[in-house]
C-alpha cells in the first residue's frame, strides 16, 4: 500500500520523496493513493488543509504554496515535453512503448516474423515506424 506525502513548506500532495519546487523532503502521511482516488478538488483542499494544520503547521509558507500552484503546470509540462520519447525518424512525441503483452501477441499471431518487431521498445504513432 502506498501513502501519499506532503512537502513540509509549499504542501504539495504527492506519492513523490522530494518536492520538485521546495527541493526538500516530503513527510509521509497517513493517507493511500486508494482513498484520494475519484475526489473532488474541494475534498482534496480539505486534506491538504488537515495535514498543513496538524503535520507541518510550524514549517508551512502560504508563499511558498502560491508560488507552486501559479508555476506548476508550466514546469511540469516543461518535465513532460523534456521526458517524452521522440521518434529517429519523424522527430514526433507521439510515441508509446511496445508492451510485453503486444510482444507476446504478435510472437503468437505472427511467429518468427515477429522477431524484427519484437527486438524495438518504441512504436511512432505518427509514421508508424518502430524503434
Same mark, same amino acid.
Given at each position: 500500500m502506498m501513502y501519499m506525502s506532503i512537502c513540509p513548506k509549499c504542501a504539495r500532495f504527492v506519492v513523490?520523496?522530494?518536492c520538485p519546487f521546495c527541493n526538500l523532503e516530503q513527510i509521509p502521511t497517513e493517507t493511500t493513493i486508494e482513498e484520494t482516488m475519484g475526489l473532488n478538488d474541494k475534498?482534496?483542499?480539505?486534506?491538504? #488543509?488537515?495535514y498543513i494544520e496538524t503535520l507541518i503547521k510550524d514549517t508551512y509558507d502560504p508563499k511558498a504554496r502560491e508560488y507552486r500552484e501559479a508555476n506548476e503546470e508550466s514546469v511540469f509540462a516543461h518535465y513532460v515535453s523534456e521526458s517524452r520519447v521522440t521518434c529517429p525518424y519523424c522527430h514526433s512525441t507521439n510515441t508509446k512503448k511496445i508492451? #510485453?503483452?503486444s510482444k507476446a501477441v504478435h510472437t503468437a499471431v505472427f511467429g518468427i516474423f515477429s522477431i524484427g518487431r519484437n527486438s524495438k521498445n518504441y512504436h511512432c504513432n505518427?509514421?508508424?515506424?518502430?524503434?
Open positions: 513523490h520523496r522530494l475534498q482534496m483542499n480539505e486534506i491538504v #488543509n488537515h508492451t #510485453n503483452t505518427s509514421c508508424g515506424s518502430n524503434f
